[in-house]
């Protein structure tokens, strides 16, 4: 008998060292570049559950006790050894933080999302290191409250463990507060020992084709935030009328845009959507999303999980056009190919709402006068025309510079070595990078966790060695102080508050949660004077 990962995996692979048999693979990196789920072999499981325990998304099931959705991923787990036979490896270390070489440390992080949240929660195993978290925004966990979809309610349980990090009583939070704003890089340095940015890769990249500026393009990040309730969007109006939108770009992101926009209103109702998106999709017309690719079936940037996930969506019909491109021999390409080509073979239904699958088509031209009319694309067959009112851009990120930091403006992330940040190739003292800001877009929210590890090993490391530039004041970063400059600063208390007001408002309506989206909002829910 044997456990098994699921759709959910977030591969941060906690599961990885206290499986006793090191029967999971693939082993991450902290730069990402590894399979977007973890498989355990049947042959080698002891059937000892210890990874169920660890796993902070409830990804892990016994096989007997798979639910009905999730069954196919017996047979993948199996099927990934049988062209990657597990072999012996030698017994990883347990990770432990490095010896201080001193009494006390002081770090400022810079973000409150995943990879911060991993950095922190590593950064208070040292004793005597102090933690400072700031974020722009009054609430915490980044891309899990703003980039996961709705109906993934199962991944946001990850906030969990981010919780117990900022719980920690050598953690001192400071959410509303804008860094490079309210408090500039140089009075962080000035009050900390080291500081650690943890910002992201906030810019969608463009597609750099005419019409790209018309109202109806926008980039598919910009959606998800506005559906996930971001202060930043919360009050755009979208014109969902509409009955095609076409999605360029097939990542996961593009499948979880997809998903939404023809997803039953009254099954988003239970989810944590933002109240002004459940209205506006419930008023929509959409019938149609074309998910549009350039490259075969795959190549397709979408994870297994989610492309399976899409198959069960009810009343919705998986089309798939366009040229599939050979099948590979690898395991993960193969079995994208696999489950699109049976996507293919399915015969249509009489749902009245579909996800078009387009491979081999590459976007040319956004065509329209005053507004969005239709996208011209490149295919095999020669220039095409989808007629659509809304196209959503889904081809990547970028980090954006910041202040009194190196920025490698082709990357679009700030240059690093295992964290530690650059000038000319040269170290500078004391400042560090994790998560996306530092390795690029790539992983998905557990990857974080390894990534913000060498980070934190690398600080701890120059603590150690003696390093690290010497603060110029004594005293911490004080709320008080930020509230002289007409800051209002949203604490831990604070943010619990917003969360517990949210809970309690969607309990009313048997939701999660229903999210309070307005700023000014948000801090009065804290409890801030505004």
Same mark, same amino acid.
């Given at each position: 008998?044997?456990?098994?990962?699921?759709?959910?995996?977030?591969?941060?692979?906690?599961?990885?060292?206290?499986?006793?048999?090191?029967?999971?693979?693939?082993?991450?990196?902290?730069?990402?570049?590894?399979?977007?789920?973890?498989?355990?072999?049947?042959?080698?499981?002891?059937?000892?559950?210890?990874?169920?325990?660890?796993?902070?998304?409830?990804?892990?099931?016994?096989?007997?006790?798979?639910?009905?959705?999730?069954?196919?991923?017996?047979?993948?787990?199996?099927?990934?050894?049988?062209?990657?036979?597990?072999?012996?490896?030698?017994?990883?270390?347990?990770? @432990?933080?490095?010896? +201080?070489?001193? =009494?006390?440390? #002081? %770090?400022? !992080? $810079? &973000?409150? /999302?995943?990879? *911060?949240?991993?950095?922190?929660?590593?950064?208070?195993?040292?004793?005597?290191?102090?933690?400072?978290?700031?974020?722009?925004?009054?609430?915490?966990?980044?891309?899990?409250?703003?980039?996961?979809?709705?109906?993934?309610?199962?991944?946001?349980?990850?906030?969990?463990?981010?919780?117990?990090?900022?719980?920690?009583?050598?953690?001192?939070?400071?959410?509303?507060?804008?860094?490079?704003?309210?408090?500039?890089?140089?009075?962080?340095?000035?009050?900390?020992?080291?500081?650690?940015?943890?910002?992201?890769?906030?810019?969608?990249?463009?597609?750099?084709?005419?019409?790209?500026?018309?109202?109806?393009?926008?980039?598919?990040?910009?959606?998800?935030?506005?559906?996930?309730?971001?202060?930043?969007? @919360?009050?755009?109006? +979208?014109?969902? =009328?509409?009955? #095609? %939108?076409? !999605? $360029? &770009?097939? /990542?996961?992101? *593009?499948?979880?845009?997809?998903?939404?926009?023809?997803?039953?209103?009254?099954?988003?109702?239970?989810?944590?959507?933002?109240?002004?998106?459940?209205?506006?999709?419930?008023?929509?017309?959409?019938?149609?999303?074309?998910?549009?690719?350039?490259?075969?079936?795959?190549?397709?940037?979408?994870?297994?999980?989610?492309?399976?996930?899409?198959?069960?969506?009810?009343?919705?019909?998986?089309?798939?056009?366009?040229?599939?491109?050979?099948?590979?021999?690898?395991?993960?390409?193969?079995?994208?190919?696999?489950?699109?080509?049976?996507?293919?073979?399915?015969?249509?239904?009489?749902?009245?709402?579909?996800?078009?699958?387009?491979?081999?088509?590459?976007?040319?031209?956004?065509?329209?006068?005053?507004?969005?009319?239709?996208?011209?694309?490149? =295919?095999?067959?020669?220039?095409?025309?989808?007629?659509?009112?809304?196209?959503?851009?889904?081809?990547?990120?970028?980090?954006?510079?910041?202040?009194?930091?190196?920025?490698?403006?082709?990357?679009?992330?700030?240059?690093?070595?295992?964290?530690?940040?650059?000038?000319?190739?040269?170290?500078?003292?004391?400042?560090?990078?994790?998560?996306?800001?530092?390795?690029?877009?790539?992983?998905?929210?557990?990857?974080?966790?390894?990534?913000?590890?060498?980070?934190?090993?690398?600080?701890?490391?120059?603590?150690?060695?003696?390093?690290?530039?010497?603060?110029?004041?004594?005293?911490?970063?004080?709320?008080?102080?930020?509230?002289?400059?007409?800051?209002?600063?949203?604490?831990?208390?604070?943010?619990?508050?917003?969360?517990?007001?949210?809970?309690?408002?969607?309990?009313?309506?048997?939701?999660?949660?229903?999210?309070?989206?307005?700023?000014?909002?948000?801090?009065?829910?804290?409890?801030?004077?505004?």
């Amino acid at each position: 008998m044997a456990f098994v990962i699921t759709q959910n995996c977030c591969t941060d692979a906690s599961c990885v060292p206290v499986c006793p048999v090191d029967c999971i693979r693939p082993v991450p990196s902290p730069a990402g570049e590894t399979a977007p789920m973890l498989y355990i072999d049947p042959r080698s499981c002891v059937d000892c559950g210890a990874c169920v325990e660890v796993c902070p998304v409830g990804a892990i099931y016994h096989e007997d006790e798979l639910p009905e959705s999730q069954t196919r991923f017996k047979a993948i787990n199996a099927e990934y050894f049988a062209t990657e036979p597990l072999t012996v490896r030698p017994s990883p270390a347990n990770w @432990a933080p490095p010896a +201080l070489g001193r =009494d006390q440390l #002081r %770090v400022a !992080v $810079v &973000g409150a /999302g995943p990879a *911060a949240c991993y950095a922190i929660s590593d950064l208070v195993r040292s004793p005597g290191v102090q933690v400072d978290v700031f974020d722009r925004l009054p609430t915490p966990f980044g891309l899990v409250r703003f980039g996961v979809a709705p109906d993934h309610q199962r991944t946001k349980d990850v906030s969990q463990v981010f919780e117990t990090a900022l719980s920690s009583p050598n953690v001192t939070c400071f959410f509303n507060v804008a860094i490079g704003g309210d408090l500039t890089h140089e009075e962080l340095m000035a009050s900390h020992d080291a500081v650690i940015y943890a910002v992201g890769a906030s810019q969608a990249r463009d597609l750099g084709i005419p019409g790209e500026d018309l109202p109806g393009s926008m980039a598919a990040s910009e959606f998800v935030s506005w559906y996930n309730g971001h202060p930043d969007h @919360a009050e755009r109006q +979208l014109e969902l =009328d509409g009955p #095609r %939108v076409v !999605v $360029v &770009g097939n /990542g996961n992101v *593009a499948l979880d845009v997809a998903r939404v926009l023809v997803s039953n209103p009254d099954q988003l109702a239970t989810t944590d959507i933002a109240e002004h998106a459940l209205i506006q999709l419930g008023r929509g017309d959409v019938r149609e999303v074309v998910v549009l690719g350039r490259r075969g079936a795959a190549d397709g940037a979408f994870s297994v999980g989610e492309l399976l996930a899409l198959g069960s969506l009810p009343g919705v019909d998986i089309v798939v056009e366009g040229e599939l491109g050979p099948r590979p021999d690898d395991h993960e390409r193969a079995l994208k190919f696999d489950i699109v080509t049976e996507y293919a073979q399915r015969p249509r239904t009489s749902a009245d709402k579909r996800i078009v699958l387009r491979f081999g088509s590459r976007p040319t031209k956004i065509v329209g006068s005053e507004r969005v009319e239709g996208l011209e694309v490149q =295919d095999a067959t020669g220039t095409a025309l989808i007629e659509t009112a809304m196209v959503l851009r889904s081809v990547g990120y970028r980090g954006v510079p910041i202040d009194g930091l190196p920025f490698d403006d082709d990357a679009g992330v700030v240059p690093n070595a295992a964290g530690r940040v650059l000038r000319g190739g040269v170290p500078v003292p004391g400042v560090y990078v994790a998560g996306w800001i530092k390795r690029g877009p790539r992983g998905v929210i557990g990857t974080n966790r390894l990534c913000a590890r060498e980070t934190v090993t690398s600080l701890l490391a120059d603590a150690r060695a003696g390093t690290l530039p010497q603060p110029v004041s004594a005293d911490r970063v004080d709320a008080d102080v930020l509230a002289a400059r007409g800051v209002a600063v949203v604490d831990l208390a604070g943010w619990r508050h917003i969360d517990a007001a949210e809970r309690h408002q969607g309990a009313a309506v048997s939701r999660p949660r229903v999210k309070v989206v307005d700023r000014v909002a948000m801090l009065t829910a804290a409890g801030v004077t505004v």
